[in-house]
């Protein structure tokens, strides 16, 4: 948790070797070196400052470059079409049936890229039409037809970002967005933070459920991904990690979403994981959540047609699948993991985020929780940023019986170390004592106490609904600060938290 000034509403106290791999099938010949084609830059005016929100798309005027030179040879073939959005290693792909003449420009107040497609149509299997993107000073990529014969694709950017530019690319098959003057791909997608110092992540284990690709760690994976253009196969380079002696075979069905995957051991360091599409899909990456224990890929047809669902299911990852939907007459916990997408929350040792912490632990808790029997609703499920608002509203619309809020702490004395839980209504405090009594013996770690204060989550619950904020532990402590990061420790506090909550609701 980070310190906010004082006076705002929301204010909280802060808290050597050689190459080795793996292949499904062993056919997918040895990774090739990256290349990324250099493009003209762009010349744009300066962009101006603006904390307007973004209009509709349908409202930008048609984009002029007096007049704009196409990027692609005159297309003759007929309409192109746009099948797929999906991000790069240098920027985005408007995956088309074809070569699409396309302009440039930028448009202040708000600022926004404004791509315009000419003689091109949205395909009626292009079912996810915007990108959260959070990186690069982008926070969104959309897409709409603009005209009948004009579709535009917008990127809203920061005031401080430079300009962009778009350009055609046989052997990707679609519309190459990126920034002007090309740039280089650790830049863009950032792998483990530079001062990250954290324990090396093992690949456990690849599953492939319907349409979607999930490959799952026993720490945190910093990864960067985007189409290789020599291969084919959409590329994901993930460090620090190491692959195991062995990884158990995903198991691809025939006729399935995904032809092949390749696991490389590139570097002590650094594993490099090829997925190569079947002919008809497209690899669409979800909000790009740097540092989760999961790496999920989701498949699309091109066509628009559903993928059956797996007649039976294969093993599960270590780390916790999405948290089931509470019945009715279900006693229901709602499970709230501090912070998320822009906001990291603390910054601790070794460059951790207290959002990424937050997240493993919740995930611990709701497992253990459902386990029991228990319904479970979680705020946040990824590495997205949610509002306090809404994340109180969510637990009133469930229903819940209790409110837990997790967080990890930080300090600029990085000697201070220890568990703080705090409350502010009265019909808080025995939940409030008694999960702090359960995490301190638990843990291990020091007791600093059950306090009272107006965070905002534990101000806003209704009355009868108990809440609590979990401080669990100083990020910037240089011995808790480890502990932290690895996965014993946070299992141990999810443990420690979901006992407390048990007790709690068997002696309410």
Do not use: C
Not at 112 to 125: G, H, K
Not at 345 to 371: C, F, H, P, S, Y
Not at 410 to 418: P, Q, T
Request: zero cysteines; a negative charge; glycine letters at 10%.
């Amino acid at each position: 948790m980070q310190f906010l000034p004082v006076g705002s509403p929301n204010a909280l106290p802060s808290s050597g070797g050689g190459s080795s791999s793996a292949s499904f099938p062993a056919s997918l010949l040895p990774l090739p070196p990256l290349s990324t084609p250099q493009l003209a830059p762009l010349t744009t005016p300066p962009p101006a400052t603006s904390s307007r929100p973004a209009p509709p798309l349908a409202s930008l005027p048609p984009a002029q470059l007096s007049p704009p030179a196409p990027l692609t040879p005159p297309f003759t073939g007929g309409q192109v079409q746009v099948q797929a959005l999906s991000t790069t290693s240098d920027g985005f792909l408007v995956r088309t049936t074809g070569p699409a003449n396309a302009t440039v420009r930028r448009v202040p107040d708000p600022d926004r890229i404004v791509v315009d497609l000419l003689n091109t149509t949205l395909s009626s299997a292009l079912t996810q039409r915007s990108l959260t993107v959070n990186q690069w000073g982008v926070s969104t990529l959309r897409a709409g037809q603009f005209e009948p014969t004009v579709a535009r694709v917008v990127l809203d950017v920061d005031s401080t970002v430079g300009d962009w530019e778009a350009r055609y690319d046989a052997q990707l098959g679609g519309l190459k967005i990126g920034p002007a003057g090309g740039s280089s791909q650790a830049s863009l997608i950032p792998d483990a933070p530079s001062n990250y110092s954290g324990p090396l992540a093992t690949i456990q284990a690849v599953q492939l459920l319907g349409d979607q690709l999930t490959i799952s760690g026993d720490g945190f994976l910093f990864y960067r991904s985007g189409w290789d253009p020599d291969s084919g196969a959409y590329r994901i380079t993930v460090r620090p990690a190491r692959l195991p002696n062995s990884l158990p075979d995903p198991g691809l069905p025939a006729n399935g979403p995904v032809d092949r995957i390749r696991f490389v051991q590139e570097t002590p360091e650094t594993v490099t994981i090829l997925v190569q599409p079947a002919e008809d899909f497209n690899v669409v990456e979800p909000n790009p959540g740097q540092g989760s224990r999961r790496i999920t890929l989701q498949l699309q047809s091109l066509d628009g047609s559903p993928l059956a669902s797996p007649a039976l299911s294969l093993p599960s990852l270590s780390s916790s699948p999405p948290p089931a939907q509470p019945v009715p007459g279900q006693v229901v916990v709602a499970i709230d993991p501090g912070h998320g997408g822009r906001d990291p929350g603390a910054i601790g040792v070794g460059g951790i985020q207290e959002k990424l912490v937050n997240m493993e632990i919740a995930r611990g808790v709701t497992q253990r929780l459902e386990a029991a029997g228990y319904g479970v609703i979680m705020t946040r499920t990824d590495d997205r940023e949610v509002l306090l608002q809404p994340r109180v509203d969510q637990a009133v619309q469930s229903n819940a019986t209790i409110f837990v809020s997790i967080h990890t702490n930080a300090l600029d004395r990085s000697g201070v170390r220890g568990i703080e839980t705090y409350y502010l209504k009265p019909d808080s405090e025995s939940l409030a004592t008694t999960l702090h009594q359960s995490i301190v013996a638990g843990s291990g770690a020091p007791d600093r106490e059950v306090r009272r204060a107006r965070f905002f989550v534990v101000r806003e619950t209704p009355v009868g609904m108990p809440s609590v904020l979990l401080e669990l532990g100083y990020l910037t402590n240089p011995e808790e600060g480890r502990l932290l990061a690895t996965s014993e420790y946070q299992d141990r506090l999810a443990q420690s938290i979901a006992d407390g909550i048990v007790t709690y609701l068997r002696n309410r």
